[in-house]
């Protein structure tokens, strides 16, 4: 029996998305010293941000490995920067900066517009052709076809 271990290969690592939002957050890691205990709390706030949505949509490596890559496109890499650092204020007790906000705001917003799905709704069977849904091959067949959907 082969076991398979998932390796992701692209992305920036968690490390770096968890050292970035402590640096939004103004607890820089060479100002002060990050404990591992911090770290591993900041790794599972992360975890379990990327299963929720928008983020679930990224393909966020979950491993539990602060060393992994953590496989999410680069574009994206701001918003979750941002958005990580905005619950690691909240888990800490700090005010999030006014400065912080807009900043935070348009980079969570961007990923939220990339990354949505839009629902496509297909017609009900029998539903009737409009004047501007015509299919020019089908001669007096006023109602949409099941494989046109």
Same mark, same amino acid.
């Given at each position: 029996m082969? $076991?398979?271990?998932?390796v992701?290969? $692209?992305? /920036?690592?968690?490390?770096?998305? =968890?050292?970035?939002?402590?640096?939004?957050?103004?607890?820089?890691?060479?100002?002060?010293?990050?404990?591992?205990?911090?770290?591993?709390?900041?790794?599972?706030?992360?975890e379990?941000?990327?299963?929720?949505?928008?983020?679930?949509?990224? *393909?966020?490596?979950?491993? *539990?490995?602060?060393? +992994?890559?953590?496989? /999410?496109? +680069?574009?994206?890499?701001? *918003?979750?920067?941002?958005?990580?650092a905005?619950?690691?204020? *909240?888990?800490?007790?700090?005010? =999030?900066?006014?400065?912080?906000?807009?900043?935070a705001?348009?980079? /969570?917003?961007?990923?939220r517009?990339?990354?949505?799905?839009?629902p496509? =709704?297909?017609?009900?069977?029998?539903?009737?052709?409009?004047?501007?849904?015509?299919?020019?091959?089908?001669?007096?067949?006023?109602?949409?076809?099941?494989?046109?959907?």
């Open positions: 082969t $076991t398979i271990i998932p992701s290969e $692209t992305g /920036i690592s968690k490390s770096d998305i =968890i050292g970035m939002a402590f640096e939004d957050c103004r607890l820089a890691g060479y100002d002060f010293d990050r404990s591992s205990e911090e770290s591993l709390s900041a790794l599972r706030l992360l379990t941000m990327m299963k929720g949505w928008p983020w679930n949509g990224l *393909g966020y490596f979950h491993s *539990g490995n602060e060393a +992994d890559l953590s496989n /999410i496109p +680069d574009d994206a890499t701001e *918003g979750v920067v941002k958005a990580l905005l619950r690691l204020m *909240g888990s800490k007790g700090k005010s =999030i900066p006014d400065s912080f906000r807009p900043i705001a348009q980079a /969570i917003n961007y990923v517009g990339q990354y949505a799905t839009v496509t =709704i297909g017609f009900a069977p029998g539903t009737i052709r409009g004047a501007g849904a015509r299919i020019y091959q089908t001669v007096d067949d006023p109602f949409f076809r099941e494989d046109e959907q």
